[in-house]
């Protein structure tokens, strides 16, 4: 015969429930405490490098002279180029980035982009409309314990405001939105390496970061808003599947609709697009 519990270790449970939602409140801070959190954390990890024991740290990019060669290796042209530390061969797939400046790659590493010699990865600081920062983003970080951590390892929730604030729309759009009053053109498309690439190649791109993300109505309206101030949007998803729907139900919801720019069946991202074809340039 099956005996039920005391009606006290029922009470308990509810209890427990209570003590868990009051130290949820607890840890939940004001948005301005947070942001200065964030901050100063983000101070660290900009002023930080890939480093070893022997050479000590190293610089994360250098802008060196190159010539160009034909196949008979008679050199044709020479110029510059943007070369990355290794330790961020994978966010931009390579080292080498043909289409930036040595001023660009300044500005880039000196506020955006940063190392987390913990993890030793790189790590992207996200600002707000307001240039404050709002979230830290470790690009695929290497956990000391073994544990597996995801390819964009966030901040916690409880860590940072709510939704990134309330002047937060999509990553690095105070720059972005110099470049598209600049050019008069945007790519719309997915992702966070995307977005970085493109802004180092001083390229225009409004990403979404995840496709789950494609429904947002605060992009949908800022991308129509676009298009009433005559602004050119060409779409941008990843040549996949998943680009395919985000781009179908994107283009259900704007007044405007779009062409994507990459094939759905080539399998490369924007950041491929670019390096691949450049005939939009």
């Not at 964009?152 to 002047?167: A, E, T």
């Not at 990843?238 to 405007?256: E, R, S």
Request: proline share 5%; glycine share 6%; net charge positive.
């Amino acid at each position: 015969m099956s005996i039920l519990p005391p009606a006290k270790r029922l009470d308990g449970l509810k209890k427990l429930s209570q003590v868990s939602k009051a130290n949820k409140l607890e840890n939940s801070k004001p948005d301005h405490v947070l942001i200065e959190s964030l901050t100063k954390e983000a101070s660290k990890i900009l002023s930080t490098t890939p480093s070893d024991s022997v050479h000590g740290p190293y610089a994360p990019y250098r802008y060196v002279e190159v010539e160009y060669q034909d196949k008979n290796g008679v050199v044709i042209s020479q110029g510059f180029e943007v070369v990355v530390h290794t330790a961020y061969g994978k966010l931009f797939e390579g080292t080498r980035i043909i289409d930036s400046s040595d001023e660009i790659a300044r500005y880039i590493f000196g506020n955006i982009l940063g190392y987390d010699s913990y993890y030793q990865c790189p790590v992207i600081v996200i600002r707000d409309g307001k240039n404050r920062v709002v979230d830290l983003i470790r690009y695929r970080p290497t956990a000391p314990n073994g544990y597996e951590l995801p390819k964009y390892f966030q901040k916690k929730s409880i860590d940072k405001p709510l939704n990134r604030g309330k002047y937060f729309l999509y990553p690095f759009q105070i720059e972005i939105k110099r470049l598209i009053e600049k050019n008069s053109f945007v790519f719309f498309g997915e992702g966070l390496k995307n977005a970085l690439n493109a802004l180092i190649n001083s390229v225009p791109f409004v990403s979404i970061e995840s496709t789950s993300n494609a429904e947002n109505p605060k992009l949908i309206e800022y991308i129509d808003d676009l298009y009433r101030k005559g602004i050119k949007v060409y779409g941008a998803l990843d040549g996949d599947a998943a680009g395919k729907d985000a781009f179908i139900k994107i283009n259900k919801k704007l007044k405007h609709k779009i062409i994507n720019t990459i094939d759905f069946d080539s399998g490369v991202d924007f950041t491929e697009y670019m390096k691949k074809d450049s005939k939009w340039i």
